[in-house]
């Protein structure tokens, strides 16, 4: 039995067929990385497994069982944009996310629980390299730092899966190098599993220990709309070759 | 030379151009006034300061013979209360259906468009009905400021509320937050600020409600003594009334204002740093 199972998958808004025939199995521990041309509903599978989204058709299975169908703490994510909370320091934006299963009531904790949460939280705002920053509010931070944030929040939980939707999308360079060094330590040392969108096919192989391009395999050219997209390749990288990228971003260029 | 619309005045010229506005209006109020009081000396559209300032005296300062009380400071007493209370309930309406109402899309799609529909009814056409049903006491007059500003302030809530991003309600579902949570933590914080800056655009709407019912019906209130002294043509009441009017209401805004830089900083900074 696989870790997450994608079972015949179809996924259509009105009209629209956006994916279909979607037949993947997971294992736990694997980072796949999943790019295409934009609008192809990289972001639409992604929310499938998140939870926000249901597939119009099919199922999708976690360790067996069928997926929660709302979002949960066993399914974090990081947004490009808008994953932190505005009105709470980088402190309080980590310890929020104990404070929501520890006090049901008022969603904030008192006395030892607090200080107990609160070393957790700094724990995990180190892990990140955002100590220095720990009494600012997200709009004083630059945008790798509040990625950074929004990744702390996420592993708080310790979850199964993490979900990543071009999270380096609107970083610098240089900025995005030192994410992908924070981003790969942390699936080393948390045994996660992840599944990332991103745009930059380059970033997607360096990272990934497992590649999906989508791509749509039918096309009817007086409706558009009526076929989705599929995964065309599906890479295992050896992660302990580097992958000739040249090679194979050329390969799917082609098609 | 800078183009006029780069051209910033310095703190001293700031100063100074807040302040001539009022010095001219003063300068030409009294100019007239004199004129006018010299040609007739009983007129009394336009009072000198003396006359205005000996009413002043009448109405704050002295003991009324009969009832023993200070009028000004009654009527103030009784329209600060009817506002603030007003205003109050309409913020706390507002507040709490304006959140339902953006979050739960199930509460919504029953209560938003009655919202949007209450909120075209003018308020002064069902004013007779509150008389009728509530009587001539305090409580036809609150409601009316209620009516008249609480349907406002939930739409404009509950649109706040729909324009906080999704992601971040996602992500604190992600988090493990129950609806409750997301409300109390997430949502009630960022819009709290929204609300106040409602309040304070309502204002001008509350006050022009409580001075309307005041007119039609009370035993005391700053705009019933308007109306009251109108019949004599008491300018020389009716101006330093509806100064103190502006005082009041200039007050009530700026306190909000304060309040929420004092209580919600991180948004002032957020929003000046954009
Ligand atoms: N809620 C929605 N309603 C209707 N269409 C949607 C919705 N969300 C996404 N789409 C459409 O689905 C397609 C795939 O979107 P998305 O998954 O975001 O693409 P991407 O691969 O760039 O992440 C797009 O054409 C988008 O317009
Ligand atoms: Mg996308």
Redesign the interface.
């Known amino acids: 039995m696989s870790f997450l199972q994608i079972n015949n998958v179809w996924k259509s808004y009105g009209q629209a067929q956006i994916l279909e025939r979607l037949n993947l199995s997971i294992d736990q521990g694997e980072f796949i990385s999943m790019v295409g041309a934009s609008g192809c509903g990289k972001s639409t599978l992604l929310k499938m497994i998140?939870g926000?989204e249901v597939a119009t058709k099919g199922e999708i299975s976690l360790e067996g069982k069928p997926l929660v169908a709302?979002?949960?703490?066993e399914?974090?994510?990081v947004?490009q944009?808008?994953?932190?909370?505005?009105?709470m320091t980088v402190l309080q934006n980590v310890m929020?996310?104990d404070?929501?299963?520890k006090s049901?009531l008022?969603?904030?904790c008192f006395g030892s629980a607090r200080k107990q949460v609160k070393q957790k939280a700094e724990s995990f705002i180190d892990a990140v390299g955002l100590t220095p920053a720990i009494n600012k509010?997200p709009?004083?931070l630059s945008g790798g730092m509040q990625q950074r944030l929004?990744i702390a929040?996420?592993l708080?939980?310790a979850?199964k899966i993490l979900l990543l939707d071009e999270p380096f999308g609107a970083l610098d360079p240089g900025i995005r190098a030192d994410m992908h060094v924070l981003i790969r330590d942390i699936w080393k040392k948390n045994n996660l599993t992840i599944f990332m969108v991103t745009h930059d096919i380059k970033e997607g192989f360096e990272l990934g220990s497992r590649v999906w391009v989508f791509d749509k395999v039918r096309h009817d050219p007086q409706a558009p709309m009526a076929y989705g997209a599929q995964v065309t390749y599906d890479l295992k990288l050896d992660t302990d070759k580097t992958p000739d990228i040249a090679a194979l971003t050329q390969k799917i260029a082609v098609n | 030379m800078k183009r006029l619309m780069n051209i910033e005045p310095s703190r001293f010229w700031r100063t100074f151009l807040t302040i001539v506005p009022f010095i001219v209006i003063i300068a030409l109020y009294w100019s007239a006034s004199d004129a006018r009081l010299a040609e007739n000396p009983n007129d009394k559209l336009l009072p000198s300061f003396t006359q205005i300032s000996s009413a002043i005296d009448r109405m704050a300062f002295t003991e009324n013979k009969r009832t023993g009380e200070y009028l000004f400071w009654q009527d103030s007493a009784a329209s600060l209360y009817r506002i603030l209370l007003g205003i109050t309930i309409s913020a706390a309406i507002g507040l709490i259906i304006g959140l339902i109402n953006g979050l739960l899309p199930g509460v919504r799609a029953g209560l938003s468009p009655l919202v949007t529909i209450a909120s075209l009814v003018p308020p002064m056409a069902i004013l007779p009905i509150l008389f009728i049903t509530f009587g001539l006491d305090e409580l036809a007059k609150v409601m009316l400021i209620i009516i008249g500003t609480a349907p406002v302030i939930i739409r404009d809530m509950q649109s706040q509320v729909m324009q906080i991003?999704k992601?971040?309600l996602?992500?604190?579902?992600?988090?493990?937050?129950?609806t409750?949570?997301v409300t109390?933590?997430?949502v009630l914080?960022?819009i709290m600020p929204k609300l106040l800056a409602a309040v304070r655009l309502s204002l001008g709407a509350a006050w022009l409600f409580l001075i309307a019912a005041e007119a039609i019906a009370a035993q005391e209130g700053l705009g019933y003594r308007i109306f009251l002294v109108r019949r004599y043509m008491a300018m020389d009441v009716i101006l330093p009334y509806v100064a103190w009017i502006t005082v009041l209401a200039f007050a009530m805004d700026f306190s909000l204002k304060k309040m929420s830089q004092v209580c919600?900083p991180?948004?002032h900074?957020?929003e000046a740093?954009k």
């Open positions: 998140l926000s709302e979002p949960d703490a399914r974090g994510i947004f944009k808008y994953s932190v909370f505005p009105h929020v996310a404070e929501f299963t049901f008022l969603g904030r509010y709009h004083q929004a929040q996420a708080m939980k979850p | 991003p992601e971040q996602i992500k604190a579902q992600t988090l493990g937050a129950s409750w949570l109390i933590r997430v914080p960022q919600f991180w948004y900074h957020q740093s």
